[in-house]
């Protein structure tokens, strides 16, 4: 094993200690490190890591950008036992990320993904109750689509209707309260999955045919599936509606109630990052800039609190 392996090892092993999961990134950095080995360099230079962030030729700068990123940061680290490192500079690649445009489903896109997911053929019959209500759940809690796959019988306390939702996107974990509604149909799920699969051999909530925890691929495969035969995608589009927009839904949809009823958004807006698990308010307020009617409702509060007049 090379030098440079051996410090990107103790590396990884160092941040994750601190809370950090960088999957993706210690493969980047992994894949790295087989780029400089096959250049025959021992340490990390400005001109090595420039030509492997930019080996995609077809991406987007700030794709560039984010991998020389995750070289930096590994080679601030690695100045320390190699004076030979050259750590590259912060405005070499600059590039802001831009957030995909979200889709904004409507209620009538709802029902027919619901429909279509509980018709989904399987061989006991399980596939459809799991979809079905995996969809929903996103729908009305905003869950992140990993952060559901990862629950446990053990996380789902459906007596006090709380999910409990550990080690998050950011190493944190948080309690979400549910609507009885939710509730109900959980209570439902459990049962059905219980009854169709009474010895899982994962203790996850959400389970596959054999009784395995559902993998983000199997999920994000089924819901594209879905898409085309529903026509929220067409016939060959490769892109279109993902079901992370459930998550801008929820948020939105919560956002024009409370403006609706006359609340204090500006006050409530940390309950909201709370329970979508946002480290930083700025995620939040960005949904208030994505969709009309959220703007119109507040502009209109900004004016009555002016007194009738806008700044």
């Known amino acids: 094993m090379s030098e ?65 990123g995750m070289v930096r940061r590994f080679a601030q680290y690695l100045l320390a036992r190699d004076s030979r490192t050259e750590v590259p500079p912060l405005d070499l690649l600059p590039a802001r990320v831009k957030r995909v445009l979200p889709y904004l489903y409507n209620d009538q896109d709802i029902m027919r993904l619901l429909e279509a997911a509980g018709q989904l053929p399987s061989a006991t019959g399980l596939r459809a109750h799991t979809d079905a209500t995996l969809f929903a759940l996103y729908v009305v809690t905003g869950m992140r689509i990993s952060e559901a796959l990862q629950l446990d019988r053990d996380d789902v306390d459906l007596a006090a209707g709380v999910l409990t939702v550990r080690d998050t996107k950011f190493g944190k974990s948080r309690h979400l309260p549910i609507h009885p509604a939710t509730q109900q149909a959980l209570h439902d799920y459990s049962k059905r999955r219980d009854h169709l699969c009474p010895h ?8 596959a045919e054999r009784g395995t925890r559902l993998t983000t691929g199997t999920v994000r495969w089924t819901f594209v599936k879905l898409s085309h035969q529903i026509g929220l995608r067409g016939a060959d589009d490769r892109r279109g509606p993902r079901l992370h927009d459930f998550r801008h839904r929820f948020a939105v949809n919560t956002l024009i109630q409370w403006y609706r009823s006359g609340q204090d958004v500006e006050r409530r807006l940390p309950e909201l990052a709370t329970y979508l698990g946002h480290v930083r308010i700025a995620d939040t307020y960005w949904y208030l800039t994505a969709v009309p009617e959220l703007l119109s409702l507040a502009a209109l509060r900004v004016e009555q609190d002016q007194g009738g007049r806008l700044p």
């Not at 021992?42 to 001109?47: K, R």
């Open 4 to 68: 440079l392996r051996m410090a990107l090892n103790e590396y990884l092993a160092v941040r994750r200690a601190l809370g950090f999961k960088l999957a993706a990134t210690g493969a980047h950095l992994h894949r790295f490190v087989d780029f400089a080995e096959h250049e025959g360099a021992e340490t990390v230079s400005t001109d090595l890591a420039l030509r492997w962030a930019t080996q995609c030729a077809g991406a987007q700068p700030a794709h560039w950008a984010k991998r020389l």
């Open 200 to 207: 899982p051999p994962a203790p996850s909530f959400f389970v």
